[in-house]
């Protein structure tokens, strides 16, 4: 038998929660709020709705990413909060299902939010610190994008130091040309 870890609201109020959630997204006062703590509150609420069966917490996860990059906390697409929260599933269950529903209290799992976010954020630097062997130049301005292939060159040559010889020469074309 399946323990029952979380109650969403009767179906007959999901749509009026929604709207006013929804609402409360576009307000001017969500401006004037800090993006993470933004997108922690809307993360909390999607998931604490639940107006779909199955995916509530993945979507809540990518609209939080999604607040994060509208508001401008300079993400530049490079992080997603699933990995961190997909990881320890009941952490996340308990983070979630520590707020207190008669104070509404979320200290909690704003504390556990913020330590994903951070866990992301870390993570991105460390995998461009490792793509970066001189960290202190000057004179780059503006941002790279690279493509998967791309990263996996610079690691190689991060770690090795060069690259020295390829089994298969037109693979070597190929990455070439999608790195110009």
């Known amino acids: 038998m399946k323990e029952i870890i979380f109650t969403p609201p009767p179906p007959y109020e999901v749509s009026k929660q929604m709207k006013n959630f929804i609402e409360w997204l576009e307000t001017t006062d969500t401006a004037d709020i800090h993006p993470v703590i933004v997108a922690g509150i809307l993360h909390y609420e999607f998931v604490r709705i639940h107006p779909f069966v199955d995916g509530n917490g993945r979507t809540a996860r990518v609209l939080a990413t999604l607040i994060l990059y509208l508001k401008e906390f300079d993400i530049k697409r490079f992080f997603t909060l699933d990995e961190f929260y997909d990881n320890d599933r009941p952490a996340y269950y308990a983070a979630l299902n520590s707020v207190d529903q008669e ?6 799992w704003f ?5 994903g976010v951070l ?6 630097k460390e995998e461009i610190l490792l793509l970066s062997p001189d960290q202190h130049k000057k004179g780059l301005k503006g941002q790279i994008e690279l493509g998967e292939r791309q990263v996996k060159i610079l690691e190689k ?5 060069k690259i020295t010889k390829y089994r298969n020469p037109k693979y070597f074309q190929n990455i070439s040309s999608s790195c110009l």
């Open 157 to 161: 040559i991060n770690i090795n130091g």
């Open 119 to 124: 866990a992301s954020i870390s993570k991105i």
């Open 103 to 108: 104070t509404l209290d979320i200290t909690h």
């Open 111 to 115: 504390e556990y939010f913020l330590d």
